[in-house]
């Protein structure tokens, strides 16, 4: 609900900065960033707030447009260097038009996304307590005098007793004073109610109006929508409004005026936590659960208790507080957060025909938004109760001046353009917590710190680039057509003296249609490109400055950041080539179009390690070379047209292939994160950008060898293997859109194939016995998890350290076998591939001859619309191989993932 989605174009660029692609809207730049911590990004726990991109209207745009290479970007300066999304918004027309849409869409899991858990053997961790068969707590709870049979509260995993009906035990429930069941046996059985009971069919409403008209003198549009939508889990919603403006006027023939202004405002509550955290219920889901806990019995404690933390997981029977995990529910409706953001996106714009071949435009345009995010535990959760606010404020303002130009000389065109573009962008932030917990319960303020605050984290940027560019595009007979642009940009955040940077492209295009003269060909062209494109350093990466801390007693306190900065940086540089021929046939029956670029981005600012008798962790330099190259193809077509049917194909397929050629002297790798697990997301030398390092299996002659003495298999002794590449082998889509008459259906495709991914919560969730991997019969039909002596145990396929084939049966008497405990990183890799029946949708346009008897109707459809439907195929048990942590360069790695959700939703519009 609400995540961030990585937008990443032709691959991974630079090592440790933003591969973001800029997002244009009308032709002003808007911010796309993603403010989440370091700890959200690397699964150390968070909330994923999504991306600033999210603030854009939907029920606005007109159309979207990719531009891929940096040839095609030029005119937007060093951030497009990732690619442009460009979105054109709707604009008014000629008369008054209404338009009303309204949908909704409801929500489902993929079952295939969620853990099956396995229903044989319910809480602990093996045969490790106190009543004779060691696996349940043997106190006298009855006062009979008898010791009883008591379910080990403490442990979090399912590899305890097998389950038996007949065998009265005490739970969790049976120590809650307000349960039904206090003081009670019962039978020993998986619950009835698992954790897929705790998931709510979420569910979005969308209402959009939009009034428009227009004249010989200019058009104005104005719109409203609102999106309200619940989550997949209790206690999370939401909200958001879009109100837009936008007009143009001829105040003469020759001047136009242009202003538009769009407020958003966003609302969110109870998002969900992620990573490895007790926040994220996935993380107990997936990874340390007892199967037989019954969700709904949770609710119901929490609820009848006023909201307390009645848990599964106490300490012990004797000690009543949670020890791992707290009740589910308590987790949503007490430990949740809230934020919210308002935004303006507005620009003013000035057109001038100077003369019929020479125009001029002048625009200043803002985008400004304020957001707070507030972060709560409440007293008595797991660890300690807290209270924190995050306030950020963005500014950003662009001032433009463009010069076109397009005059013809018989054979000959020539279209020119001159720009000069100001941007300056100031972000402030700042940051406080309470101080080893909250005073009383319940209540949610600074002011109710434990004890007294520590000074908040404020951060600043103010960052200045002044752009002036040109571009010349020549044209002969419609056959050849010469594109040169050349780009100078000053950056505030490089050293004085040398934050000037120069950046130029060059395109050749040959129309080779308008030599040949066959019925069968409509178009034919061939295109080569290249560019370079310049980027800036981060803010505060030159000059040294200081970190002032809280002071201690009445003395100041102030450290080096951990970094050392370097006043000789230089700009990054990235370097593109780019053919390409594309041809269409038979007056658009069919066509292709077929790409390939390479990539390369050089002198990269990142930081480099160095002693830390040097009092610094790093310093930043410039090195390192990212290679990206591959193709891209499109083939289109129309196999069916007729006057009522028409059947229209289109399908893409990339391939990118990225490698590290360069890392700073000395280094062969940079690590980008570590991650829980024991493996670690790196820029490699020589390998892919993203590779996973950690432990491996032991190989001899291609087979994994196992231990003679134990049966399990045998792991490196460095965490330092690479293990995994998280880039695709290549990635395709079709879509097939079927019309007839007033009826449209269409069908989206989407694959991929290759990368990887490493689950942390198969690596944990295999091991404490969750899955039915665990727990089914051996080779010998016997239970894995009877001791081997009774026929039980695993055979794991591999050789003995001798070549020979390994005969040796592996305990599962206790947790671990099948998990982290027994076995290397590398066995909780997986093929990230995946074949998903992306969207489907049906729509039907009443006919005029019915809508024109409702009198100011003009128009009317109705759409169904289904989104991530299923997927046909895939290789990652239980989960979704696109589910990730956040948007950004840590890639990779699943924990705590939540399942995808399929939605169908039905919309109707209307127009008057």
């Not at 008798?613 to 289109?636: D, K, P, R």
């Not at 079927?738 to 194939?753: E, H, W």
Request: net charge neutral; charged share 20%.
């Amino acid at each position: 609900m609400g995540g961030s989605t990585n937008v990443v174009i032709r691959g991974f660029k630079s090592i440790t900065g933003d591969n973001q692609a800029l997002f244009v809207i009308d032709g002003v730049p808007v911010d796309n960033s993603t403010p989440n911590t370091t700890a959200q990004r690397t699964g150390r726990g968070g909330y994923d707030y999504g991306n600033a991109a999210a603030d854009i209207n939907p029920d606005d745009i007109e159309s979207i447009t990719v531009l891929k290479g940096p040839a095609a970007t030029a005119l937007y300066g060093s951030r497009a260097a990732n690619g442009v999304v460009m979105i054109t918004t709707k604009k008014g027309k000629k008369g008054l038009g209404i338009t009303v849409n309204t949908g909704v869409t409801f929500g489902s899991i993929i079952n295939s996304t969620f853990p099956t858990y396995q229903k044989k053997y319910g809480q602990g961790y093996g045969p490790y307590y106190e009543d004779p068969s060691g696996f349940f707590l043997y106190r006298d709870v009855d006062g009979d005098g008898n010791l009883d049979l008591v379910a080990p509260t403490s442990e979090d995993a399912s590899y305890g007793a097998p389950f038996d009906p007949n065998l009265l035990v005490y739970d969790w429930e049976a120590f809650d004073p307000t349960s039904p069941n206090f003081g009670k046996p019962k039978p020993w059985v998986a619950a009835k109610n698992g954790p897929s009971y705790f998931l709510q069919k979420p569910v979005q409403t969308n209402n959009n109006i939009l009034i428009s008209g227009g004249s010989d003198k200019g058009w104005y549009k104005l719109g409203y929508t609102r999106t309200d939508e619940t989550g997949l889990l209790p206690n999370s919603e939401l909200k958001k409004n879009y109100a837009n403006f936008s007009a143009a006027y001829n105040i003469t023939n020759r001047l136009t005026a242009t202003a538009s202004v769009n407020l958003t405002t966003v609302k969110g509550l109870g998002r969900y936590g992620t990573g490895y955290d007790e926040q994220n219920m996935m993380t107990n889901f997936r990874q340390w659960w007892a199967v037989n806990v019954d969700l709904k019995e949770q609710e119901d404690a929490f609820f009848r208790s006023g909201e307390k933390n009645i848990t599964w997981n106490w300490a012990d029977p004797s000690d009543l507080v949670p020890i791992y995990w707290d009740n589910p529910y308590f987790v949503r409706y007490r430990n949740y957060e809230n934020d919210n953001r308002v935004r303006t996106l507005s620009y003013a714009q000035l057109d001038y025909k100077a003369t019929d071949w020479l125009n001029l435009q002048g625009r200043v345009s803002l985008d400004a938004y304020d957001e707070q995010q507030e972060e709560r535990k409440d007293v008595g959760t797991v660890g300690v109760s807290s209270y924190s606010r995050f306030n950020r404020r963005y500014r950003e303002t662009n001032y433009d001046f463009l010069a076109r130009a397009n005059k013809a000389f018989g054979a000959l065109s020539a279209k020119g353009l001159f720009g000069i573009n100001i941007r300056r962008t100031t972000i402030e932030s700042i940051y406080a917590a309470t101080n080893n917990g909250l005073v009383i319960p319940g209540l949610f303020a600074l002011s109710n710190s434990r004890n007294p605050l520590e000074a908040p984290s404020e951060g600043f940027s103010d960052i200045q680039v002044n752009g002036v560019y040109a571009g010349a595009t020549l044209g002969y007979n419609n056959l050849l057509f010469l594109d040169l642009t050349a780009r100078r940009d000053e950056s505030s955040t490089l050293p004085k003296g040398k934050n000037v940077y120069y950046y130029p492209s060059a395109s050749l295009s040959f129309v080779f249609s308008e030599l040949l003269d066959f019925d069968w060909l409509t178009g034919a062209k061939l295109r080569a490109n290249y560019a370079e494109v310049g980027n800036t350093a981060p803010f505060n990466s030159v000059g040294d400055y200081f970190l002032v801390n809280s002071p201690f007693g009445s003395a100041a306190l102030a450290t080096a950041p951990s970094v050392k900065n370097n006043p000789d940086l230089k700009p990054e540089r990235t370097r593109s080539y780019e053919v390409g021929l594309e041809a269409i046939f038979a007056d658009g029956r069919i066509g292709f179009d077929v790409t390939y670029y390479k990539q390369n981005t050089l002198d990269q600012i990142i930081p480099t390690q160095v002693s830390r008798t040097t009092g610094y962790s790093a310093v930043y330099i410039n090195a390192g070379n990212v290679q990206n190259q591959g193709w891209e193809v499109q083939l289109f077509g129309e196999p069916v047209r007729t006057d009522n049917f028409t059947w229209k194909i289109s399908a893409n397929w990339t391939r990118n292939r990225n490698k590290v050629l360069e890392l700073a002297p000395g280094i062969d790798n940079i690590l980008l994160a570590s991650m829980q697990g024991g493996v670690s997301i790196n820029a490699a030398l020589g390998q892919p950008y993203g590779t996973i390092r950690g432990t491996n299996f032991v190989y001899l002659n291609g087979q994994k060898v196992v231990d003679p003495a134990t049966g399990y298999y045998r792991r490196t002794t460095t965490s330092n293997e690479i293990i995994g590449n998280l880039n695709p082998n290549w990635i395709a889509g079709v879509t097939n859109t079927f019309t007839y008459k007033n009826v449209s259906l269409s069908a989206l495709i989407d694959m991929r194939q290759g990368g990887d991914v490493f689950s942390l919560d198969l690596y944990y969730g295999m091991a404490t016995g969750l899955y039915p991997e665990t727990a089914g019969l051996n080779d010998k039909g016997n239970p894995v998890r009877d001791p081997v002596s009774q026929g039980g145990g695993v055979l794991f396929p591999g050789v003995k350290p001798d070549g020979s084939p390994n005969d040796v049966y592996a305990s599962a008497v206790t947790f671990g076998t099948f998990g982290y405990r027994r076995n290397p990183a590398a066995g909780f890799v997986y093929d990230a591939s995946y074949i998903k029946l992306r969207e489907l949708a049906l729509s039907y346009r009443f006919p005029e001859k019915i809508t024109s008897r409702l009198g100011i109707v003009k128009g009317a459809s109705l759409s169904i619309v289904g989104r991530n439907l299923a997927i046909l195929h895939k290789n990652l048990p239980y989960a979704d191989p696109e589910d990730g942590m956040s948007a950004g360069n840590i890639q990779g790695y699943q924990v705590g993932s939540y399942p995808t959700v399929r939605n169908i939703g039905f919309n109707l519009k209307v127009q008057f």
